[in-house]
């Protein structure tokens, strides 16, 4: 697309017509309240009174809306345009800004995971982790979590550490930045009375056991980036 307008179809419009990054220029055509009750213009837009099926850009105040950008998941630029960060590419498929994985990371929605195989304990992998501009494995969800079971056994050995551990401060398992652990696949048993560091385990279908040791066992971790 283009600067300048752009026609929603006549009733009843498609949605979600198309954006455009780099430019004001992200749009679409849909049924709501604005313009004699046809049409929604996203907030870098407002309703062209003159033509009545138009949504123009908003030039004066391009982000001025901060939900513009944060819908691609980018930024407002100098230039007043929503663009994404650096270390970031806009992917046509999800249409928001994700992370470019680099060689030997494998990329899973907007993220980009390392399973590292170099032995290394929880708290040397962590440190690994950030050391990438990562972090160790969160697991929020099951397709997450299925992704990491599908390459740890890809990647082929019995553990990985993951980005979970046991927090003295809080008396619970928690996540390395002591967000709460809302989603778990604990193994039966697990957790147990050898409160420390947190790993998917092999024999247990890649369910996740707890290790005591997080210094001094070494063994594969899973980073995660974006
Ligand atoms: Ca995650």
Redesign the pocket.
């Known amino acids: 697309m283009t600067a300048g307008r752009e026609v929603c179809p006549l009733p009843p419009w498609g949605v979600s017509n198309g954006r455009t990054v780099g430019s004001v220029n992200i749009y679409t055509c849909g049924k709501g309240t604005v313009g004699g009750g046809s049409a929604t213009c996203l907030p870098s837009k407002e309703w062209d009174k003159k033509i009545d099926t138009t949504c123009t850009p908003i030039l004066a105040h391009p982000c001025k809306n901060d939900s513009l950008c944060s819908e691609i998941n980018g930024y407002c630029s100098a230039k007043g345009q929503c663009e994404c960060e650096p270390s970031k590419i806009y992917d046509e498929t999800s249409k928001e800004c994700v992370v470019e994985c680099a060689d030997g990371w494998e990329k899973f929605g907007v ?1 980009c995971y390392l399973f590292n195989n170099d032995p290394l304990s929880w708290e040397k992998a962590k440190i690994h982790c950030t050391q990438l501009g990562s972090n160790l ?4 969800d099951a397709p ?1 979590h299925e992704f990491a079971k599908a390459k740890c056994a890809e990647y082929g050995t019995i553990y990985y550490w993951i980005g979970a551990r046991w927090s003295t401060e809080y008396g619970e398992y928690r996540w390395y930045d002591d967000t709460v652990m809302n989603y778990t696949v604990w193994s039966p048993g697990e957790p147990d009375i050898k409160r420390g560091c947190v790993d998917m385990l092999v024999s247990v279908d890649w369910a996740w056991n707890s290790h005591h040791d997080c210094s001094n066992t070494n063994g594969s971790s899973i980073c ?1 980036k974006g």
């Open positions: 993220h494995l969160k697991v929020e997450e995660e």
